[in-house]
């Protein structure tokens, strides 16, 4: 299993907004091939900055099939209103 995390920086005067998009959000994740899980993250000390973290089968899964589809596009137009900037995007191997 690979774990995506990304953390999101929102434009502060978007933090409640933001936070009406995370249901669609998390169905865009889940309906994907390959992932097992979805949730969303905020940092307390930093409110500005979500935490996006996903399960997903492979990294495959994530970086070639997710990237490459429809759900990807859409996950961007909901999201990239609110960015920033670009999410920092690292992924985990459990072990």
């Given at each position: 299993?690979?774990?995506?995390?990304?953390?999101?920086?929102?434009k502060p005067?978007?933090?409640?907004?933001f936070?009406?998009?995370?249901?669609?959000?998390?169905a865009?994740?889940?309906?994907?091939?390959?992932?097992?899980?979805?949730?969303?993250?905020?940092?307390?000390?930093?409110?500005?900055?979500?935490?996006?973290?996903?399960?997903?089968?492979?990294?495959?899964?994530?970086?070639?099939?997710?990237?490459?589809?429809?759900?990807?596009?859409?996950w961007?137009?909901?999201?990239?209103?609110?960015l920033?900037?670009?999410?920092?995007v690292?992924?985990l191997?459990v072990?």
């Amino acid at each position: 299993m690979i774990i995506e995390r990304a953390r999101l920086t929102i434009k502060p005067e978007f933090g409640a907004e933001f936070e009406t998009i995370l249901a669609q959000a998390r169905a865009i994740f889940l309906r994907s091939r390959g992932c097992a899980g979805v949730h969303f993250e905020r940092v307390v000390e930093t409110p500005e900055i979500y935490v996006l973290v996903v399960q997903w089968g492979s990294i495959e899964d994530h970086m070639v099939h997710f990237r490459a589809s429809d759900d990807f596009t859409r996950w961007r137009e909901l999201a990239g209103p609110y960015l920033a900037r670009a999410p920092e995007v690292e992924h985990l191997e459990v072990c």
